[in-house]
């Protein structure tokens, strides 16, 4: 993974920012022109009633107009005003909320794509997980952020242009206000913008250790170690030290934030607004040449502008936060994967005549340490292999290479003679049907455990023989919605909780209904007792006949009946054969199978 952009200055700001509204301009094409007519509206109808209405009201009374005139002319601006507020109301609960969840569902689509290619081995370099975390949780929020601070910053733009030009035409003395405001604007709101950030980011590493710790104590997989061990009082200092280095950085950054924002109050805000209102009556009681109207308008004019010039410069610091995490999310975007799928690559042609190691080694990433140390074995079609021994042997390790996803440090695997990076990717890892030792069961129904994915109403047969054969038939058939029920309660009332050995009953299902010609189970039995896993094994042989097995184990009870055994220890295969050849050698293996039988005695 390459290393992140660090810096982000304003062609980078730019860069980014362009990306992201160039995909927004993809799936919602109007979205940037209807942030225009938002923005231009919002700022118009505050123009039309503080600025306009109130000032043209007051000059008219002062020139002795007619009432009659008076009430049309605000109610033509009324009525203006009146439209842009609908426009903003349209806008903002029914075009906006639509178009928000098309960009979102448009990105996700693309982060879930990509993370789906993403090398495993991705996962094990910390400064890239972070990164991908990042990106993926910029995603729920910030192409709307964008947005607004685009149209933040259009609509300050318009609203400075406008009101400058209002003021100016009223007097031209108000561009010594104008440039006066715009110094004391870029100079101290700068300098409060750039403190403000540094404090987030410094007080974010420790918020997110707080964040941690108050989830800890409310996520049910928790739940046990905190009710019978003293882990919470462990986890309560480190949510105290968290909070006292939040008060560090507050104590270093919060004074430099208070003296600049006085001074942008003060000189940007105040000061200036007061020393129009005082320019405005001069001219008004003492000069008599400007019209109480004028006056109020000038002053009015004058206010906005600083408004319009703040919610600029917050606008532009946004974009600039906002293109540090697009960059995370292009960075992710563009990796290219080292196991990619191979378009032109061949298909897996049927039966499975072998599958053959060669001199294979891999060491995880980061590490020099040798997890496969240059291993050889070959299991022939329709045969059933079992690869043993104890826990951290680099027995997992081997599935997912046989599964390629990782690549070997050193060394080749062959199926039917044929070096597999020469396959489609998918369609080598579809003659696979596997059960790992860590799998997962998804927050969907049953039946989309099963099959992964979508069902229909002709699946009704397959999953009810692979229920069968895991099982689990009675106990799903008793369920109210039967292969229907959605697994875990998290969206569901209704839903179903399961055992370990149930869930992995269901895992199983899956190695049933994937006609696959190589099954691959990585420590099947582990949450079953030695009864269940007996008669798994025996229901594995009668369903997987005629299918190359592979399984994983521990259990050397479950390896009996197996054609061919590899024993491994620290990455090595150190004895191979069948049960009986290997009880005579006396070696590691007799040793362990005697040891777990004395257990069972």
């Known amino acids: 993974m390459k290393p992140a952009n660090k810096k982000n200055g304003i062609k980078q700001t730019l860069s980014n920012s362009l990306f992201m509204l160039n995909h927004i301009g993809k799936v919602s094409p109007w979205r940037i022109p209807a942030i225009i007519v938002n ?9 039309i009633f503080r600025v306009f209405v109130v000032g043209y009201v007051l000059n008219q009374i002062q020139s002795s107009t007619s009432l009659q005139k008076i009430f049309l002319v605000v109610g033509l601006l009324s009525l203006l005003s009146f439209a842009c507020h609908l426009v903003n109301i349209v806008l903002k609960n029914c075009f906006f909320p639509r178009s928000d969840l098309k960009i979102q569902s448009h990105f996700m689509k693309l982060a879930f ?11 094990e370099d910390a400064e890239y997980f972070e990164r991908h975390i990042r990106a993926l949780n910029a995603l729920k929020s910030r192409p709307r952020m964008v947005l607004d601070s685009i149209e933040m910053l259009i609509g300050a733009l318009f609203g400075f242009l406008a009101l400058s030009g209002l003021a100016l035409s009223l007097d031209g003395f108000m561009i010594f206000f104008i440039g006066l405001q715009i110094i004391a604007n870029f ?3 700068r300098r409060e913008n750039y403190e403000r950030r540094a404090y987030e980011v410094e007080l974010a590493e420790s918020n997110r250790q707080a964040d941690y710790i108050r989830r800890v104590h409310y996520m049910p997989e928790y739940a046990k170690e905190l009710r019978t061990t003293n882990i919470s009082d462990v986890l309560f200092r480190r949510f105290i030290a968290a909070t006292q280095n939040g008060i ?8 430099k934030c208070a003296v600049y924002r006085l001074f942008v109050d003060a000189v940007c805000t105040r000061m200036g607004y007061y020393l129009v209102i005082l320019f405005a009556a001069f ?6 040449n400007m019209m109480i109207g004028d006056g109020l308008m000038v002053a009015m004019a004058m206010f906005s502008v600083t408004e319009a010039l703040l919610d600029q410069e917050n606008s532009f610091f946004q974009l600039h936060e906002h293109a540090m995490y697009i960059g995370d999310l292009r960075e992710f ?8 799928e191979n378009g032109a690559g061949a298909a897996v042609a049927a039966p499975v005549q072998e ?7 891999f060491s995880y990433f980061g590490s020099g340490q040798k997890v496969i140390d240059d291993i050889s074995f070959t299991v022939k079609g329709g045969q059933t292999a079992a690869i043993v021994g104890h826990n951290g042997a680099g027995k997992s390790t081997l599935v997912k290479l046989l599964m390629r996803l990782y690549e070997p440090t050193s060394g080749n695997i062959y199926l039917n003679d044929r070096e597999i990076s020469e396959y489609q990717l998918s369609a080598y890892r579809d003659s696979f049907a596997t059960v790992f030792q860590d799998f997962k069961v998804f927050s969907l129904t049953v039946g989309e455990n099963i099959l992964m994915r979508r069902t229909t109403d002709s699946d009704a047969a397959l999953l009810r023989e692979s229920l069968r054969e895991s099982g689990m038939l009675d106990t799903v058939s008793s369920l109210k919605y039967g292969p229907g029920t959605r697994m875990t309660r998290e969206f569901d009332d209704e839903g179903i909780s399961l055992s370990g050995g149930q869930a992995q009953k269901i895992a199983l299902a899956r190695l049933y209904a994937k006609d696959a010609p190589i099954a691959i189970l990585d420590e099947p039995s582990s949450a079953l007792d030695p009864i269940a896993e007996y008669e798994l094994f025996e229901k594995m042989k009668r369903v997987c006949e005629g299918r190359t097995v592979i399984f994983i184990s521990h259990r050397l009870s479950s390896a009996i009946s197996a054609d061919v055994i590899f024993m491994m220890e620290h990455g090595r295969i150190i004895e191979r054969g069948n049960h009986e050849s290997l009880m005579r050698q006396n070696g590691k293996y007799a040793e362990m199978f005697r040891k777990q039988a004395e257990k069972y005695e």
């Open 39 to 47: 923005a231009m509206a919002d700022w118009s109808k505050g123009l």
């Open 113 to 123: 794509d990509k993370a789906r290619e993403v090398d495993l081995e991705c996962y």
């Open 187 to 189: 100079v101290f709101a």
């Open 248 to 255: 560090r950085v507050i104590e270093k950054h919060g004074f």
């Open 283 to 288: 001219r008004i009681l003492v000069l008599r």
């Open 333 to 340: 975007l563009d990796y290219e994967p080292r196991i990619q």
């Open 355 to 361: 599958l053959r190691i060669e001199n294979l080694s």
